[in-house]
């Protein structure tokens, strides 16, 4: 009984492990994931930065010919300067996650290492399916798993505590000289065997108490068995959900892109037609940059739905 508890107590600490495993690469993922969408936002910033100086040095001659006013130059130099901190924001929240990963993974925290998706324009596609199985398989289950077979040989261990024990005894005496023949100097000696019996009569009730507490403890690990299986259970529903969500929201987003995209061109051309103000340019900028950050937020978030959700079936690979 005593090896048998020893060797789940050995895999208790295995599950342990491999908990702590999956914790890990799922912050590796989450950090990873993370720069990648700083990166692209970085990207984003520069693009839209791009967009605002090109309005500004159109302002100015419209402003020259009469065309807009200084309220319009001052409004789009306001721009101006906000994309320049957003750059600067972003640069700085790359180098913090870097820093992160590298905690992480243990490399130096000025490593600075290059991702393979951060220089990517575009990442491909989503095209994981959402996964299926048990969620029997997570370490947490396993743990507690091993947890009751414990519980259920301490009990056998207390109650053999108070179960008739038999022991063989033996021995072997010798002396020189000799006792047996009058001191004679030679080496004799005699064999000894015995019995030896062991058994309770009066505990006390100590009995009665230890087992039933040892039976206490071993109900109780079953209960927390069952509490965490359905919390484990609620856990996978819920991550299945955010999955269908963060699909859901992509989707949204790649169609308000392309909305944006054609929106900021007409506004484009209807300014230089003279056709539409500059207010409602800088509004179609605004509207196509938080289009363009909402895209990759959306593709960021539904890669690490499924990353959760293979956490929550306990099925996280590196």
């Known amino acids: 009984d005593s090896n048998n508890i020893t060797r789940h107590a050995e895999g208790i600490a295995g599950d342990r492990y491999n908990l702590k495993y999956q914790d890990i690469i799922v912050e590796v993922d989450e950090t990873y994931w993370n720069i990648v969408a700083l990166t692209a936002r970085q990207r984003l910033a520069q693009s839209y930065l791009n967009l605002v100086e090109t309005l500004d040095s159109d302002i100015e001659q419209m402003i020259a010919e009469g065309f807009a006013t200084k309220a319009d130059g001052l409004s789009v130099k306001v721009k101006v300067n906000e994309a ?9 929240g790359i180098e913090i996650l870097k820093m992160r990963l590298c905690q992480l993974c243990g490399l130096p925290l000025d ?9 990517s324009e575009s990442l491909p596609v989503v095209t994981e399916t959402m996964a299926g199985g048990s969620w029997e398989s997570r370490p947490e289950l396993s743990a507690l798993e091993k947890a009751v077979l414990i519980s259920d040989e301490k009990v056998r ?21 000799s006792v047996f023949n009058s001191f004679e100097k030679k080496f004799k000696g005699t064999w000894n065997i015995g019995v030896a019996v062991n058994i309770p009569l009066l505990t006390w009730g100590d009995r009665g108490y230890k087992v039933k507490a040892a039976k206490a403890d071993a109900a109780l ?18 991550s299945r959900q955010k999955v269908r969500e963060a699909r859901e929201r992509y989707a949204a987003s790649v169609s308000s892109q ?10 484009t051309l209807g300014l230089k037609e003279g056709l539409i103000p500059v207010s409602n340019v800088i509004e ?21 739905a499924y990353v959760y959700l293979n956490k929550s079936l306990g099925t996280i690979t590196e």
């Open 84 to 92: 320049n901190v957003a750059i600067i924001q972003v640069a700085n």
């Open 111 to 119: 490593s600075a290492p290059v991702l393979a998706d951060e220089n």
């Open 157 to 177: 261990v207390v109650r053999a505590e108070f179960l008739p024990s038999v022991a063989l005894t033996g021995g072997y005496f010798a002396s020189y000289p």
């Open 221 to 238: 690990s079953r209960l927390n068995l069952e509490e965490t299986r359905e919390k484990i259970e609620l856990q996978v529903s819920q």
């Open 258 to 267: 392309t909305e944006a995209d054609e929106n900021l061109r007409y506004a």
């Open 284 to 304: 179609a900028q605004t509207a196509w940059l938080s289009a363009k950050t909402n895209l990759i937020t959306a593709d960021i978030d539904l890669r690490l």
